[in-house]
């Protein structure tokens, strides 16, 4: 059993979007993560900022899939993740190239294609406000807590471009929506520590 806190490594593309006046700012993000406590394994994830929990407004992951069973279950036992298995085929790497995710049903989840530059800068989430990395997950497989884990992490980011060709399983309708930001983190460092467990009747009692 690899109970948090992990810390894992890796590489991947983040698209920040606003899809339209008024909408929830979202992002959506590919990892391919070199180490982690069950190994490496590839995800794509949509996440949205400013959703309603027992904390406030706290960014959510509204939808996510990975390439093994093992993140899947540790995914969602740990930090209360949607985790779905997938398979991710790729062509190129994610200094350009595309990548095609099918679902455990056959269907097409999704079919990438992306290209980054050289130049990159050191980031950290540090510089985040707590709120803005802070994810908070609802009750997940009949649990009554939700999950809020500040995830923590540091790497190198530089500009990218990310074109979705095709969505189908995720949670908005992405391919004639360009992002407003899109970054390739091209080496991280993430952490993923043990969650506070909360809900909403004592956050507002």
Request: overall charge positive; hydrophobic content about 40%; proline content about 11%.
């Amino acid at each position: 059993m690899p109970p948090p806190p992990w810390t894992l490594t890796g590489r991947g593309l983040i698209a920040v979007y606003a899809p339209a006046p008024g909408a929830v700012l979202g992002a959506l993000m590919l990892v391919r993560y070199g180490s982690s406590l069950v190994g490496p394994y590839d995800e794509l994830l949509w996440v949205e900022g400013g959703r309603a929990s027992p904390a406030g407004p706290r960014p959510r992951v509204r939808s996510i899939v990975v390439s093994t069973p093992q993140s899947v279950v540790w995914g969602r036992r740990n930090w209360g993740l949607p985790k779905r298995l997938a398979q991710f085929e790729w062509t190129g790497d994610l200094r350009c190239g595309q990548v095609r995710v099918t679902g455990e049903d056959g269907r097409e989840v999704a079919h990438l294609a992306f290209q980054t530059r050289a130049l990159r800068l050191p980031v950290t989430a540090a510089l985040l406000p707590p709120a803005w990395r802070t994810l908070a997950q609802p009750p997940l497989d009949g649990e009554e807590a939700w999950c809020l884990t500040r995830v923590g992490g540091s790497g190198y980011a530089g500009l990218a471009r990310l074109t979705v060709l095709h969505t189908d399983g995720l949670y908005l309708p992405l391919r004639h929506t360009r992002p407003r930001l899109t970054l390739g983190v091209p080496e991280f460092r993430l952490v993923f520590p043990v969650p506070e467990r909360r809900g909403f009747k004592k956050a507002h009692g």
